[in-house]
Protein backbone atom coordinates (compact mmCIF):
# COMPACT_ATOMS: atom_id res chain seq x y z
CA UNK A 1 0.00 0.00 0.00
CA UNK A 2 3.00 2.21 1.22
CA UNK A 3 4.57 2.02 -2.30
CA UNK A 4 1.26 2.70 -4.00
CA UNK A 5 1.73 6.74 -2.70
CA UNK A 6 5.02 7.22 -3.29
CA UNK A 7 5.57 10.17 -5.07
CA UNK A 8 6.61 9.19 -8.54
CA UNK A 9 9.21 11.61 -10.58
CA UNK A 10 7.45 13.79 -13.63
CA UNK A 11 8.48 15.78 -16.27
CA UNK A 12 7.90 18.95 -13.89
CA UNK A 13 9.14 17.57 -10.75
CA UNK A 14 12.51 16.31 -11.90
CA UNK A 15 15.06 19.07 -12.78
CA UNK A 16 16.11 19.03 -16.81
CA UNK A 17 12.55 17.12 -17.39
CA UNK A 18 14.65 13.91 -17.55
CA UNK A 19 13.31 10.68 -15.46
CA UNK A 20 15.80 8.53 -14.03
CA UNK A 21 14.93 4.80 -14.97
CA UNK A 22 14.99 2.78 -12.44
CA UNK A 23 17.77 -0.04 -12.27
CA UNK A 24 16.34 -3.66 -14.08
CA UNK A 25 13.64 -1.69 -16.33
CA UNK A 26 15.58 -1.76 -19.78
CA UNK A 27 14.97 1.26 -22.00
CA UNK A 28 12.53 1.27 -24.88
CA UNK A 29 14.60 1.57 -28.10
CA UNK A 30 14.09 4.40 -30.25
CA UNK A 31 11.47 4.00 -33.89
CA UNK A 32 13.47 3.87 -36.48
CA UNK A 33 14.58 6.90 -38.39
CA UNK A 34 13.15 8.36 -41.46
CA UNK A 35 16.19 9.27 -43.66
CA UNK A 36 16.18 11.47 -46.36
CA UNK A 37 19.08 12.46 -48.74
CA UNK A 38 20.12 15.61 -50.36
CA UNK A 39 22.91 16.82 -52.41
CA UNK A 40 23.72 20.52 -52.42
CA UNK A 41 24.47 22.57 -55.74
CA UNK A 42 27.19 24.14 -53.93
CA UNK A 43 29.47 24.49 -50.97
CA UNK A 44 27.91 24.17 -47.86
CA UNK A 45 29.14 24.29 -44.24
CA UNK A 46 26.97 23.07 -42.29
CA UNK A 47 28.35 24.91 -38.86
CA UNK A 48 27.83 28.41 -40.89
CA UNK A 49 24.68 27.74 -41.85
CA UNK A 50 23.00 26.18 -38.78
CA UNK A 51 25.09 27.86 -36.35
CA UNK A 52 22.71 30.97 -36.07
CA UNK A 53 19.99 28.53 -34.55
CA UNK A 54 22.51 27.95 -31.66
CA UNK A 55 21.45 29.83 -28.36
CA UNK A 56 24.75 29.25 -26.59
CA UNK A 57 27.10 26.22 -25.88
CA UNK A 58 24.56 24.96 -23.64
CA UNK A 59 21.59 24.65 -25.70
CA UNK A 60 19.52 22.04 -25.05
CA UNK A 61 17.57 22.56 -29.16
CA UNK A 62 20.76 22.03 -30.48
CA UNK A 63 24.16 19.81 -30.58
CA UNK A 64 27.40 19.64 -32.64
CA UNK A 65 28.92 16.52 -32.07
CA UNK A 66 32.83 15.52 -32.68
CA UNK A 67 31.82 13.36 -35.56
CA UNK A 68 30.61 16.44 -37.74
CA UNK A 69 26.54 15.34 -36.93
CA UNK A 70 24.65 18.62 -36.12
CA UNK A 71 21.67 17.20 -34.17
CA UNK A 72 18.14 20.10 -33.48
CA UNK A 73 14.96 18.79 -31.58
CA UNK A 74 11.89 21.11 -32.91
CA UNK A 75 8.51 21.60 -32.36
CA UNK A 76 6.64 21.46 -35.26
CA UNK A 77 3.50 21.85 -36.37
CA UNK A 78 3.03 18.24 -36.70
CA UNK A 79 4.68 17.94 -32.82
CA UNK A 80 8.33 17.54 -31.34
CA UNK A 81 11.20 16.13 -33.73
CA UNK A 82 15.05 15.37 -33.64
CA UNK A 83 17.13 15.72 -36.85
CA UNK A 84 20.41 14.53 -37.25
CA UNK A 85 22.56 15.89 -39.97
CA UNK A 86 25.71 14.64 -41.85
CA UNK A 87 27.61 15.32 -44.77
CA UNK A 88 29.63 12.78 -46.48
CA UNK A 89 31.25 13.03 -49.75
CA UNK A 90 28.98 15.91 -50.77
CA UNK A 91 25.98 14.58 -50.12
CA UNK A 92 23.98 15.57 -47.01
CA UNK A 93 21.98 12.93 -44.96
CA UNK A 94 18.94 13.67 -42.87
CA UNK A 95 17.69 11.16 -39.58
CA UNK A 96 14.52 12.12 -37.86
CA UNK A 97 12.13 11.17 -35.31
CA UNK A 98 9.50 11.86 -33.50
CA UNK A 99 5.96 12.90 -34.82
CA UNK A 100 7.63 16.01 -36.55
CA UNK A 101 10.12 13.91 -38.14
CA UNK A 102 8.54 14.21 -41.61
CA UNK A 103 7.92 18.07 -41.57
CA UNK A 104 11.59 18.28 -40.76
CA UNK A 105 12.85 15.99 -43.68
CA UNK A 106 10.78 17.86 -45.87
CA UNK A 107 12.29 21.22 -44.83
CA UNK A 108 15.92 19.74 -44.61
CA UNK A 109 17.22 21.26 -48.08
CA UNK A 110 15.57 25.11 -47.07
CA UNK A 111 16.90 24.67 -43.49
CA UNK A 112 20.46 24.02 -45.47
CA UNK A 113 20.33 27.33 -47.32
CA UNK A 114 18.50 25.32 -50.43
CA UNK A 115 16.31 28.34 -51.17
CA UNK A 116 18.86 31.18 -50.17
CA UNK A 117 20.89 32.61 -53.82
CA UNK A 118 24.58 33.33 -53.03
CA UNK A 119 25.09 34.25 -56.15
CA UNK A 120 23.00 37.90 -55.66
CA UNK A 121 25.97 39.36 -53.13
CA UNK A 122 28.17 41.40 -55.19
CA UNK A 123 31.12 42.51 -52.75
CA UNK A 124 32.08 45.91 -53.15
CA UNK A 125 34.56 46.06 -50.12
CA UNK A 126 37.69 43.55 -50.53
CA UNK A 127 37.06 42.75 -47.05
CA UNK A 128 34.10 41.20 -47.74
CA UNK A 129 35.17 39.71 -50.98
CA UNK A 130 38.18 37.93 -49.14
CA UNK A 131 35.58 36.80 -46.57
CA UNK A 132 33.39 35.63 -49.02
CA UNK A 133 36.39 33.95 -50.90
CA UNK A 134 37.35 32.12 -47.62
CA UNK A 135 33.53 30.89 -46.78
CA UNK A 136 32.07 29.40 -49.60
CA UNK A 137 29.96 27.27 -47.52
CA UNK A 138 27.94 30.03 -45.87
CA UNK A 139 24.35 29.70 -46.76
CA UNK A 140 21.58 31.41 -45.07
CA UNK A 141 19.20 28.91 -43.23
CA UNK A 142 15.04 28.92 -43.01
CA UNK A 143 13.78 26.88 -40.57
CA UNK A 144 9.72 27.91 -41.25
CA UNK A 145 9.64 28.09 -37.62
CA UNK A 146 8.80 31.50 -36.11
CA UNK A 147 8.37 30.98 -32.70
CA UNK A 148 11.52 28.88 -31.94
CA UNK A 149 13.74 31.81 -33.10
CA UNK A 150 11.24 34.83 -31.60
CA UNK A 151 11.06 33.42 -27.95
CA UNK A 152 14.76 33.42 -27.65
CA UNK A 153 14.98 36.50 -29.24
CA UNK A 154 12.89 38.45 -26.72
CA UNK A 155 15.38 36.75 -23.90
CA UNK A 156 18.26 38.79 -25.50
CA UNK A 157 16.54 41.91 -25.42
CA UNK A 158 18.90 44.33 -23.66
CA UNK A 159 20.74 41.71 -21.28
CA UNK A 160 24.06 40.33 -22.46
CA UNK A 161 23.94 37.29 -24.38
CA UNK A 162 25.38 34.93 -21.16
CA UNK A 163 22.68 36.04 -19.14
CA UNK A 164 19.92 34.95 -22.20
CA UNK A 165 21.29 31.79 -23.07
CA UNK A 166 21.10 30.40 -19.51
CA UNK A 167 17.52 31.51 -19.56
CA UNK A 168 16.39 29.83 -23.11
CA UNK A 169 18.71 26.54 -21.48
CA UNK A 170 16.43 26.56 -18.12
CA UNK A 171 13.43 27.38 -19.47
CA UNK A 172 13.43 24.50 -21.86
CA UNK A 173 15.03 22.02 -19.90
CA UNK A 174 12.68 22.55 -16.93
CA UNK A 175 9.17 22.66 -19.40
CA UNK A 176 10.41 20.79 -22.76
CA UNK A 177 9.88 17.45 -23.08
CA UNK A 178 12.89 15.00 -24.02
CA UNK A 179 13.69 15.36 -27.76
CA UNK A 180 12.03 12.30 -29.33
CA UNK A 181 14.72 9.06 -30.54
CA UNK A 182 18.37 8.44 -29.33
CA UNK A 183 19.27 12.37 -29.31
CA UNK A 184 22.18 13.18 -27.48
CA UNK A 185 21.59 13.24 -23.91
CA UNK A 186 19.46 15.79 -22.00
CA UNK A 187 18.59 17.23 -25.28
CA UNK A 188 14.74 18.73 -24.83
CA UNK A 189 11.94 20.54 -27.48
CA UNK A 190 11.01 23.58 -26.77
CA UNK A 191 7.62 23.75 -24.95
CA UNK A 192 4.86 23.99 -26.03
CA UNK A 193 3.11 28.08 -26.62
CA UNK A 194 0.25 26.74 -23.80
CA UNK A 195 3.23 25.51 -21.81
CA UNK A 196 5.40 28.72 -22.25
CA UNK A 197 1.54 30.43 -21.18
CA UNK A 198 1.61 28.41 -18.08
CA UNK A 199 5.49 29.20 -16.27
CA UNK A 200 4.52 30.79 -13.19
CA UNK A 201 5.81 34.19 -12.69
CA UNK A 202 8.60 33.12 -10.11
CA UNK A 203 10.68 30.57 -12.55
CA UNK A 204 10.62 33.51 -15.08
CA UNK A 205 12.54 35.16 -12.08
CA UNK A 206 14.46 32.37 -11.23
CA UNK A 207 15.57 32.12 -14.77
CA UNK A 208 16.85 35.52 -14.96
CA UNK A 209 14.16 36.95 -16.84
CA UNK A 210 12.77 39.88 -15.98
CA UNK A 211 9.13 41.10 -16.10
CA UNK A 212 8.97 42.79 -19.64
CA UNK A 213 10.58 40.13 -21.36
CA UNK A 214 8.56 37.80 -19.99
CA UNK A 215 5.39 39.22 -20.48
CA UNK A 216 6.06 39.78 -23.98
CA UNK A 217 6.59 35.87 -24.41
CA UNK A 218 3.29 35.34 -22.85
CA UNK A 219 1.63 38.05 -25.60
CA UNK A 220 3.27 36.13 -28.46
CA UNK A 221 2.53 32.70 -27.53
CA UNK A 222 -1.03 34.32 -27.32
CA UNK A 223 -1.02 34.42 -30.59
CA UNK A 224 1.28 31.71 -31.85
CA UNK A 225 -0.86 30.56 -34.88
CA UNK A 226 -0.86 34.28 -36.08
CA UNK A 227 2.61 34.48 -35.54
CA UNK A 228 3.19 31.05 -37.53
CA UNK A 229 1.52 31.66 -40.37
CA UNK A 230 3.91 34.85 -40.79
CA UNK A 231 6.34 31.67 -42.10
CA UNK A 232 4.38 31.47 -45.64
CA UNK A 233 4.73 35.51 -45.96
CA UNK A 234 7.82 37.55 -47.64
CA UNK A 235 10.35 38.74 -44.89
CA UNK A 236 9.13 41.98 -44.80
CA UNK A 237 5.28 41.38 -44.14
CA UNK A 238 6.10 38.67 -41.02
CA UNK A 239 8.44 41.60 -39.36
CA UNK A 240 5.39 43.82 -39.99
CA UNK A 241 3.00 40.93 -37.75
CA UNK A 242 5.69 40.24 -35.42
CA UNK A 243 5.90 43.84 -34.25
CA UNK A 244 2.10 44.15 -33.71
CA UNK A 245 3.01 42.39 -30.85
CA UNK A 246 3.82 44.58 -27.38
CA UNK A 247 6.95 44.54 -26.47
CA UNK A 248 8.63 43.12 -30.21
CA UNK A 249 10.27 46.02 -32.22
CA UNK A 250 12.68 45.72 -35.35
CA UNK A 251 15.90 44.19 -33.43
CA UNK A 252 13.55 41.32 -32.66
CA UNK A 253 11.62 41.24 -35.68
CA UNK A 254 15.08 40.76 -37.95
CA UNK A 255 16.40 38.48 -35.35
CA UNK A 256 13.97 36.19 -36.38
CA UNK A 257 13.05 36.10 -39.75
CA UNK A 258 17.04 35.98 -40.35
CA UNK A 259 16.28 32.48 -39.50
CA UNK A 260 12.52 31.44 -39.78
CA UNK A 261 12.53 32.88 -43.34
CA UNK A 262 16.68 33.04 -44.54
CA UNK A 263 15.92 36.82 -44.83
CA UNK A 264 19.39 38.14 -46.84
CA UNK A 265 17.80 41.73 -45.88
CA UNK A 266 16.72 42.02 -42.45
CA UNK A 267 19.92 43.87 -40.95
CA UNK A 268 19.57 44.08 -37.17
CA UNK A 269 18.97 47.61 -35.80
CA UNK A 270 19.21 48.78 -32.48
CA UNK A 271 21.97 46.44 -31.43
CA UNK A 272 24.46 47.87 -28.97
CA UNK A 273 27.44 46.33 -30.73
CA UNK A 274 26.70 45.67 -34.29
CA UNK A 275 26.90 49.82 -36.02
CA UNK A 276 29.96 50.04 -34.48
CA UNK A 277 31.45 46.95 -35.78
CA UNK A 278 30.28 47.75 -39.11
CA UNK A 279 31.35 50.95 -39.22
CA UNK A 280 35.02 49.83 -38.10
CA UNK A 281 35.27 47.26 -40.44
CA UNK A 282 34.20 49.21 -44.08
CA UNK A 283 35.31 53.00 -42.74
CA UNK A 284 37.24 52.63 -39.54
CA UNK A 285 34.53 54.18 -37.65
CA UNK A 286 33.98 52.59 -34.46
CA UNK A 287 31.71 54.74 -32.96
CA UNK A 288 29.25 54.29 -36.16
CA UNK A 289 25.30 54.48 -35.34
CA UNK A 290 22.68 52.61 -36.61
CA UNK A 291 22.48 55.67 -39.37
CA UNK A 292 25.85 55.17 -40.74
CA UNK A 293 25.76 51.14 -40.61
CA UNK A 294 22.77 51.72 -42.56
CA UNK A 295 24.29 54.10 -45.06
CA UNK A 296 27.64 51.86 -45.05
CA UNK A 297 25.28 48.91 -45.92
CA UNK A 298 23.17 50.48 -48.74
CA UNK A 299 25.35 49.09 -51.68
CA UNK A 300 24.28 45.68 -50.46
CA UNK A 301 20.42 46.71 -50.23
CA UNK A 302 18.93 43.12 -50.89
CA UNK A 303 21.67 41.44 -49.03
CA UNK A 304 22.44 43.41 -46.03
CA UNK A 305 22.06 40.56 -43.62
CA UNK A 306 24.55 38.58 -45.56
CA UNK A 307 26.74 41.61 -45.92
CA UNK A 308 26.92 41.70 -41.62
CA UNK A 309 27.33 37.99 -41.29
CA UNK A 310 30.52 38.09 -43.76
CA UNK A 311 31.82 41.23 -41.51
CA UNK A 312 31.06 39.18 -38.61
CA UNK A 313 33.24 36.16 -39.87
CA UNK A 314 35.96 38.11 -41.23
CA UNK A 315 36.93 38.53 -37.36
CA UNK A 316 37.65 42.31 -38.02
CA UNK A 317 36.38 43.83 -34.83
CA UNK A 318 37.36 47.07 -33.06
CA UNK A 319 39.60 46.31 -29.72
CA UNK A 320 37.40 46.64 -26.56
CA UNK A 321 37.82 49.78 -24.84
CA UNK A 322 35.88 48.96 -21.71
CA UNK A 323 35.23 46.26 -19.37
CA UNK A 324 32.34 43.61 -20.34
CA UNK A 325 29.10 44.46 -19.23
CA UNK A 326 28.74 42.90 -15.40
CA UNK A 327 26.66 39.69 -15.35
CA UNK A 328 23.09 39.78 -13.57
CA UNK A 329 21.23 37.33 -12.12
CA UNK A 330 17.57 38.69 -10.73
CA UNK A 331 16.99 35.14 -9.84
CA UNK A 332 19.22 36.21 -6.72
CA UNK A 333 17.58 39.34 -5.66
Known sequence: MAGRFTPRPTRTTVRGGHVPVPAGVPRQAPAPARVRTWVPDGPLDLGLVLGPLRRGPGDPTFR???????WRASLTPAGPGTLRVTRRSGEVRGEAWGPGADWLLERLPGMLGALDD????????KLLALTRHRR??????????VLESLIPSVLEQKVTTGEAYRAWRLLVRKYGEPAPGPAPERMSVMPSPRTWALIPSWEWHRAGVDDKRATTVLRAVRVAARLEEAAGMPPAEAQERSELV?????????????RSHGAADAVTVGDLHLPGIVGWALAGDRDADDAVMLSLLEPYAGQRHRAARLILLSGRVPER???????????RL
Do not use: C, K
Open 64 to 70: ALPDGSV
Open 321 to 331: RAPRMPYGDIG
Open 246 to 258: SGIGPWTSAETVQ
Open 118 to 125: PSAFVPRH
Open 136 to 145: PGLRLTRTGL
